[in-house]
């Protein structure tokens, strides 16, 4: 079945995200991570893009790839948003570096083409 529009720019949105917070943690260990505020907003903001494209797919797409963790992707999304003065920021670097990188091998082939530039 062919992606709805929205879809398809959700999906990039997601996975842009997702290769940019990888790109900027490489070779970032916890405590590195953990002194640097500005990375660490970065990071969370992407996380937040990331949650915020998944809960914009539509309900259909998501039930047609139920091996992507989609309710637990919003819900990272909606703790970063509500609760941000309760962050455990090793928790959010142990998901940017163990689980945001299997999120960008489920995504990408799922990915349609881009269209072309005008």
Do not use: C
């Not at 590195?32 to 990071?43: I, P």
């Not at 259909?60 to 999304?77: G, M, N």
């Not at 309760?86 to 990188?101: C, Q, S």
């Amino acid at each position: 079945m062919p992606l709805e529009r929205g879809d398809a720019a959700s999906l990039w949105d997601m996975f842009t995200a997702a290769k940019g917070l990888v790109a900027s943690l490489k070779d970032v260990g916890l405590e590195q991570y953990r002194a640097n505020q500005e990375l660490r907003l970065a990071v969370e903001r992407r996380i937040e893009i990331i949650g915020e494209a998944a809960r914009r797919l539509s309900p259909l797409f998501r039930s047609e790839h139920p091996e992507i963790p989609w309710r637990r992707i919003i819900a990272q999304r909606n703790v970063l948003i509500h609760n941000y003065d309760e962050i455990d920021h090793e928790r959010i670097w142990r998901l940017a570096i163990e689980e945001i990188p299997h999120l960008i091998e489920q995504l990408e082939p799922l990915l349609p083409p881009l269209p072309p530039e005008t």
